[in-house]
């Protein structure tokens, strides 16, 4: 058996990481790449194992409880400020949540306070969400928002409260999820919580069809996310600008949609599909506009940006930058593009205007 002494520094340790790492992921002033959240990912597995290595090394019972909590920390942030709410429904996880849930039921046959019930209920409802338990996770939220007991240090009922309504939004429930995520503000404790909780809100409004609720809402946390304040989440704050763009472009109100757009563009990564969603937006704004010069550059911007990948909106993009080289009365400039989508196996409604239009400029 390992020595104590050496294992509680090495328990010491791993806990700072994982301080270190939830405090750095809540902090992210911008978007997470694909490569930075797999590094935040790689980061929190690695010491899920590490942690789980010491469990099996020690006996002592403090020691045990001390890595078990870390452990059920790491599902939560994982769940809650990497994955914005969404499980990450991995072999590893769904073990790990098994194991949690076992720890604790145990901590609640022994009448331990380690943990306060609301946290025991909480917690519990985390893991079994991740175990694929849908319904009893929701009962567990459901327990968590209707405690009495006050969590002003772990925000839990706002995230309790959040969780459920995004359950109700992937059920398409979305009044349900409205209400629910209108209660979260209750419990938001600084700008950019509430911020979050009224994009989510919006969101829902949205689903609902009524956008002039949803752009109020949107614009109103738009007013409040502070990237320079802490738990500033980039990736709600840029939903909020793509909404706001669209539904003002959606209305043809293209010169209040274009400051969104571009605001995005200050905001994302270029290799980022929000860039590529962005610059065709701001491409069909000046194209609608008789604006073919920048509506070419914006389209080409776009597909630069996605240049290894070949879908269904690469290829329309595509057929965007075509017919504007054709407005510039530029067809060698619009003649790859075309035979760029005749040549595509990627099932695409345009396919035969594309290649009407390139027999005609042959």
């Known amino acids: 058996m390992a020595d104590r002494n050496d294992l509680s520094k090495q328990i010491t340790s791993l806990v700072d990481q994982r301080v270190a790492l939830e405090t750095k992921l809540q902090n992210e002033p911008g978007e997470l790449s694909e490569s930075r959240a797999r590094q935040y990912g790689d980061e929190y597995s690695a010491l899920q194992r590490k942690l789980a290595a010491l469990f099996k090394q020690t006996s002592d019972e403090t020691q045990r409880i001390t890595l078990m909590l870390e452990l059920m920390r790491i599902l939560e942030n994982r769940l809650v400020y990497l994955h914005n709410f969404i499980v990450d429904t991995t072999s590893d996880n769904r073990i790990l949540a098994q194991l949690v849930t076992q720890f604790i039921e145990q901590l609640g046959s022994q009448r331990s306070s380690v943990l306060t019930k609301l946290e025991a209920t909480y917690y519990r409802a985390v893991a079994t969400l ?38 109700s939004h992937e059920a398409h429930d979305y009044a349900q999820a409205k209400d629910l995520h209108e209660q979260s503000l209750r419990y938001s404790q600084n700008n950019n919580v509430t911020a979050q909780a009224l994009a989510l809100k919006a969101l829902n409004s949205y689903a609902l069809g009524d956008r002039d609720d949803a752009l109020h809402l949107f614009k109103e946390s738009l007013q409040l996310f502070d990237a320079n304040q802490p738990f500033f989440n980039s990736y709600f704050f840029r939903n909020a600008l793509l909404f706001c763009g669209a539904i003002h472009f959606d ?82 400039s619009a003649k790859p593009y075309l035979e760029k989508i005749a040549a595509t196996d990627v099932k695409y409604e345009k396919k035969a205007q594309a290649v009407e239009l390139l027999q005609k400029i042959a």
């Open 251 to 332: 209305a043809r109100d293209y010169k209040s949609a274009a400051p969104y757009y571009q605001q995005v563009l200050e905001n994302v990564e270029q290799n980022s599909y929000d860039f590529f969603d962005a610059q065709t937006h701001l491409g069909r704004i000046a194209y609608a506009q008789q604006q073919y010069d920048d509506a070419a550059s914006a389209f080409e911007k776009a597909a630069q940006s996605q240049k290894l990948s070949e879908n269904e909106y690469i290829i329309d993009t595509w057929f965007w930058i075509a017919r504007t080289h054709l407005k510039r009365n530029d067809s060698s």
């Open 130 to 167: 991740y175990a694929g338990d849908v319904a009893g996770a929701r009962k567990g939220f459901s327990e968590a928002c209707a405690s009495e007991e006050s969590d002003e240090a772990n925000d839990i009922k706002y995230k309790s409260y959040v969780i459920l309504g995004h359950l």
